[in-house]
């Protein structure tokens, strides 16, 4: 058996289901790209029949895909099938992913459905994908949760009918490590065709054991792992890629597996996708926080001096936490920048390279040094935006602790094109300038998490904002970058206000192609 590990990215699907992490399709792009970089074997870019949308950004990430295969998920049945196909079609390497339950409890409750009928269903359905390519993957939902026997039978059927990767997930993180091993042992060793196959395994972190379950099925034979940058996903989320790939490097001397994973890459993907998504990094997140590889106690700081390897079993330079020797300031000129972006994983054309050099200029105005953490929201904030139904041109605000003289909040924005302006008090700053661009705009949204975060250190950095809205149904996360954080404010509002918006759109038009 191989030892090498194949990582399959669920960040753009499972991820992006999570709450608050929707994506536009140029954020998406960046994603896709970042994750080639990262050395990642198969991205699954989106369940292209879950909506147009869907559909759209998982055919542009294949179209724009070099060596990576592709994966959409669909259900397993015709419609889905076909629509999948017709996504992932035009990639170099495309895969179809379909699922269905095979627990008694979704059988019976989700699909009403007898065991045999499902069988059935699987055998159609893969039949159906093996029709488009031999790159097709089954997953058999629930199978933590499901008769160890029957799953055998389902991997039996899938395999003959072309399935070439098997995914076994726990669905509801309900698995214990040496349990979710065990199973996965008995399902290789029962299903007599299970060499024909890849096995997978797909763990959700519901009880915290993603990664833990996730090396526990490597350790008995399973070859490729489901993962999400920084672990993101439904409810609790993934296993998060980075901790699995440096869990394998640290300890290859134990688990003996490769993988191709550029570890370097590892801090500048968390960071990306955190600011895509508008979701800080927890100061002690494994790998990737800011305190991972900080030293506070004393004794600790004495055994560095003395040999680094006394408290760090790896170095921040191998996740690509290291300071960029090239540093951008106000007298940095075009090719510098471009360099630097370069550096930073970001391929600029000449318009958007012109967006961000004036941005950088104006940046270098206020504040001396430009690090990594800066040029990576600004690239962010400048050129990766949706192109907007609401922009946000000026905003000016007045606090005061002047009995008698409320805050106030003057506001100029294009709406749908058009320009208009509005002012207003507000019981501080920030409510001021939700109020004048509710007044303006016509809507009520309830704010529903409003939070500051400094990318960089020192009282000039760079603010970053983040407010998560609610009106009605929808509920959706905006962000935004700027050393005054009033005006990060009123970006992230504005940004979390088109979210809402957009989400409205896909909402009514799904409702009119199913009414
Ligand atoms: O958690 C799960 O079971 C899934 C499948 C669709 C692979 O996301
Ligand atoms: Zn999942």
């Not at 893969?126 to 029957?150: I, K, L, P, Q, W």
């Not at 008995?186 to 024909?196: A, G, L, Q, R």
């Amino acid at each position: 058996m191989s030892n090498r590990v194949l990582f399959f990215d669920t960040t753009l699907r499972d991820g992006e289901q999570s709450p608050g992490a929707t994506m536009n399709l140029q954020e998406k792009l960046r994603i896709a790209y970042q994750l080639e970089v990262l050395g990642v074997d198969i991205m699954e870019a989106g369940f292209p029949a879950s909506s147009q949308g869907d559909f759209e950004s998982v055919q542009r990430i294949a179209r724009q895909a070099k060596s990576i295969q592709v994966a959409g998920l669909c259900r397993c049945m015709d419609s889905d099938i076909d629509r999948c196909w017709e996504a992932v079609k035009d990639a170099r390497n495309p895969r179809i992913h379909t699922f269905l339950s095979t627990s008694p409890l979704h059988m019976k409750y989700k699909l009403r459905k007898d065991p045999e009928v499902v069988l059935q269903m699987i055998e159609a359905g893969v039949r159906r994908c093996a029709g488009y390519t031999d790159n097709v993957e089954f997953s058999a939902e629930d199978a933590s949760r499901s008769e160890r026997d029957f799953l055998c039978r389902v991997v039996e059927t899938a395999i003959r009918a072309g399935a070439t990767t098997i995914n076994l997930p726990d669905t509801v993180g309900y698995a214990q490590p040496q349990e979710f091993a065990d199973l996965i042992r008995y399902v290789i060793e029962n299903t007599p065709n299970s060499d024909k196959a890849i096995f997978s395994v797909h763990c959700h972190n519901d009880l915290g054991l993603a990664v833990a379950n996730t090396l526990a099925a490597l350790s008995v034979g399973a070859r490729q792992a489901e993962v999400t940058i920084s672990g993101i996903g439904e409810r609790a989320g993934n296993a998060a890629l980075e901790e699995l790939a440096m869990a394998l490097r640290v300890r290859k001397d134990y688990y003996g597996l490769e993988h191709g994973i550029v570890t370097e890459q590892l801090y500048p993907s968390c960071r990306l996708l955190s600011m895509t998504i508008g979701q800080p990094i927890p100061n002690n997140k494994a790998i990737v926080g800011a305190n991972a590889f900080a030293h506070e106690s004393g004794i600790h700081q004495d055994g560095m001096l003395k040999n680094r390897e006394t408290y760090e079993i790896m170095t921040p330079q191998s996740v690509g936490r290291n300071e960029s020797n090239l540093v951008i300031g106000k007298h940095s000129g075009r090719n510098a920048v471009r360099n630097k972006f370069e550096s930073l994983g970001y391929s600029l054309d000449d318009d958007q390279l012109q967006i961000v050099f004036e941005a950088v200029k104006a940046l270098a105005d206020r504040k001396k040094t430009l690090l990594d953490d800066d040029l990576m929201a600004l690239v962010q904030e400048e050129v990766y935006r949706m192109p907007d139904l609401y922009r946000l041109r000026h905003v000016s605000v007045q606090s005061s602790d002047a009995g008698g003289v409320p805050p106030t909040a003057a506001v100029l924005m294009d709406v749908d094109g058009m320009e208009k302006s509005g002012a207003g008090f507000g019981v501080g700053p920030v409510d001021a300038i939700f109020n004048v661009i509710n007044d303006m705009l016509g809507r009520e949204p309830q704010l529903e998490q409003y939070a500051v975060n400094a990318v960089t250190g020192g009282t000039d950095a760079l603010g970053e904002v983040t407010v998560r809205l609610r009106e009605g149904e929808f509920s959706a996360v905006g962000r935004g970058a700027h050393p005054d954080i009033l005006v990060a404010t009123a970006r992230a509002y504005v940004n979390a206000l088109n979210h809402l918006a957009k989400k409205e759109k896909e909402g009514e038009r799904l409702h009119c192609q199913h009414s």
